[in-house]
């Protein structure tokens, strides 16, 4: 999904309406966070576990160079 997308999915619903996220685990356990401006930001596709070695992503000095993409970042 791009932004756009998401911005065209979001305009069915009222504006007024408030953003939550919902994570269910594998214990049954679901948490609800409220989504915060501060929790959505610009970033790079690269996380911890990411394992592909794709050369496009880095220069010749190893510094990221790939794709950036919109973050949600789920903290509570």
Request: no cysteine; hydrophobic share 30%; net charge negative.
């Amino acid at each position: 999904m791009n932004v756009q997308e998401l911005i065209n999915h979001l305009k069915q619903f009222n504006p007024e309406t408030k953003v939550m996220f919902s994570h269910t685990d594998d214990t049954d356990w679901t948490t609800k966070i409220y989504m915060k401006k501060k929790h959505v930001k610009l970033g790079d596709i690269v996380s911890d576990d990411y394992d592909d070695e794709d050369e496009e992503l880095w220069d010749d000095n190893d510094k990221y160079i790939g794709p950036k993409v919109v973050l949600f970042n789920l903290e509570y």
